[in-house]
């Protein structure tokens, strides 16, 4: 089982990024696909979740109504729209298995991630 993340850079704020997460191996499908991220000299941190078969989402009050959530089955991929960013999105941002309310699983390790920089 791997997850793998991709699609970070740099980008000024208010402009957008896409992030996937390719899901290899067995698919653990009553769990959720969770996004995190952390920022040098703090904590990783939940970002969202969507789940695996019904494609119900939560996000943290920090990205809600800017970040989107959603996944392609058919690709075992899962994918975070960043929209209107922010210098405070700066982070590397990781998947995992996690619940629906942002708690990571141990199925599978931590990834490399993906680094996310907004320059203001």
């Known amino acids: 089982v791997q997850l793998v993340e991709s699609g970070g850079g740099l980008v000024q704020a208010g402009g957008s990024l896409r992030l996937s997460c390719e899901v290899s191996?067995?698919?653990?499908?009553?769990?959720?696909i969770g996004w995190f991220r952390q920022a040098p000299g703090k904590e990783r941190e939940f970002v969202a979740a969507?789940?695996?078969?019904?494609?119900?989402?939560n996000y943290d009050a920090s990205v809600k109504g800017r970040f989107i959530a959603s996944r392609d089955n058919a690709k075992n991929t899962v994918y975070l729209q960043m929209n209107s960013l922010k210098s405070e999105d700066t982070a590397v941002y990781y998947c995992?298995?996690?619940?629906?309310?942002?708690?990571?699983?141990?199925?599978?390790?931590w990834g490399q991630g993906t680094q996310v920089t907004v320059s203001s």
């Open positions: 995992n298995y996690a619940t629906l309310s942002g708690i990571p699983t141990d199925i599978t390790p």
């Open positions: 191996g067995r698919i653990f499908s009553a769990y959720a």
């Open positions: 969507i789940s695996w078969s019904g494609g119900s989402t």
